[in-house]
């Protein structure tokens, strides 16, 4: 196996993104709320960076691995079924050219093996000399022979779900979201292979400097902005005493400032809580002596 091709030093940095898909606009959403702006080019295959030396590339979600490990990109926002599938499906038994960088808390799936209904499922031996249709066939062949079982691989490129139906296949590996599609096909999930995300995929090696540079500032403020997409500002005030009662009833809360108010036993807090403030949250804190509780949306946060 010939080496992966090694791209030019330069002092921009490439994102791979899905052109359209169930990522593609998270993804960009994740990144704008890194402070990244761009200019599309007309044919919307290429995003330049306006904000910082940081530029997309539009692209399809399976052509997203190869990019990297070519060098034509240098990151990628890609689902952990397809990272796996391009890295075990390219290696062979190589060493490995990309890896997952960290999970993005998105896209959540999962690789699912799934039967016909009327199956009594017992057990993955069931499989044995059966045809299974899938479009992850590596994932599918690994976890086959981990099992030790000898079955058909057959690779559909789409609609996996209704190979059983039209007689080309006896059983299917696909992705499964709500499960929807597998009831309307009249089948049933039974084995799952791998749990899968949105990841940041990049290289093994290591960038030039000036890359490296840009990649640590855009870790930073991914990590930032991961932090607190579902974070908020809580504010409320208290009397002293009260605290051992209020602070464990906010368990999901990073340690709280606490400033006391000129002249009175009165305390102002305010906390970033990480979990859901719902209204029965609320509620229960004021039950417990919390006054002028104020919730507040957070824009951005730097370590």
């Not at 690789?111 to 299974?132: E, M, N, S, Y």
């Not at 059983?164 to 696909?174: H, M, S």
Request: with cysteine; hydrophobic share 45%; proline share 6%.
């Amino acid at each position: 196996m010939s080496p992966p091709v090694t791209a030019p030093a330069r002092d921009r940095l490439r994102i791979a993104i899905q052109k359209s898909g169930r990522l593609a606009d998270p993804a960009r959403s994740l990144l704008a709320a890194c402070g990244l702006s761009w200019r599309e080019s007309r044919d919307r295959l290429f995003c330049f960076g306006e904000t910082l030396p940081i530029d997309l590339l539009l692209v399809r979600d399976d052509d997203i691995p190869g990019l990297i490990a070519d060098g034509v990109c240098d990151l990628g926002v890609v689902g952990r079924n397809v990272l796996t599938e391009a890295g075990l499906a390219r290696s062979g038994g190589g060493a490995p050219v990309f890896r997952e960088w960290r999970s993005l808390g998105f896209g959540g799936c999962r690789l699912a093996l799934a039967v016909p209904d009327a199956w009594d499922w017992q057990g993955a031996q069931q499989l044995a000399g059966k045809r299974i249709a899938t479009s992850y066939p590596a994932l599918l062949r690994q976890w086959l022979d981990t099992q030790g079982i000898d079955a058909n691989v057959v690779l559909l490129s789409g609609s996996v779900e209704i190979a059983p139906r039209l007689g080309q296949a006896d059983a299917i590996c696909d992705l499964v979201s709500s499960g929807a599609t597998l009831v309307a096909n009249q089948l049933k999930a039974v084995e799952t292979l791998l749990e899968s995300e949105a990841v940041l995929a990049g290289p093994v090696g290591e960038f030039d400097p000036v890359r490296a540079g840009l990649t640590d500032l855009l870790m930073r403020r991914m990590d930032g902005a991961l932090r607190v997409r579902n974070s908020k500002l809580l504010m409320f005030q208290a009397t002293r005493g009260l605290l051992p009662t209020l602070l464990p009833m906010l368990p999901d809360a990073e340690e709280p400032t606490v400033m006391q108010i000129d002249g009175e036993d009165r305390l102002a807090l305010q906390a970033l809580c990480h979990g859901a403030l719902t209204w029965q949250r609320l509620e229960e804190l004021k039950r417990a002596g919390a006054r002028g509780l104020m919730v507040l949306p957070i824009e951005g946060m730097l370590a």
